[in-house]
């Protein structure tokens, strides 16, 4: 049997079922310890759909940056480019929109998706 390693350490990580209550864990996020995390899913259009704002504010808790792909005012496709294996926030992350080399912190994405959920 293969062993597990006591930390995943990843430098990138996609969030679990595109950000989902249950599928985000704590004790998950602490054994990743992720420095990027993509958060794939549309705009949500009822208050049940991804991503969920709880988990927003985990992954926000355990990641230095949060890129969520669902709504046109963030940042679209993102695209990570490793050069000699190693992610350099400036210069080897592209997203689809552009928006600024910083990404929105984890709490204004899960108040944009609160908003998002609350107007539907």
Do not use: C
């Not at 079922?17 to 985000?24: E, K, M, R, Y």
């Not at 963030?74 to 210069?91: A, K, M, P, R």
């Not at 929105?104 to 108040?111: L, R």
């Amino acid at each position: 049997m293969r062993e597990i390693p006591d930390k995943l350490d990843a430098d990138v990580m996609l969030a679990s079922h595109h950000g989902s209550a249950t599928a985000n864990g704590e004790a998950y996020l602490q054994n990743v310890s992720p420095a990027h995390v993509v958060v794939s899913s549309e705009t949500p259009s009822w208050s049940d759909d991804n991503p969920d704002i709880a988990a927003l504010k985990r992954i926000g808790e355990e990641a230095d940056n949060v890129y969520w792909t669902g709504d046109r005012e963030y940042h679209g496709t993102v695209t990570f480019t490793l050069n000699n294996e190693e992610i350099d926030s400036d210069e080897h992350i592209d997203t689809e929109l552009d928006t600024d080399s910083n990404p929105p912190d984890a709490n204004s994405i899960a108040e944009r998706v609160d908003e998002l959920k609350n107007d539907s």
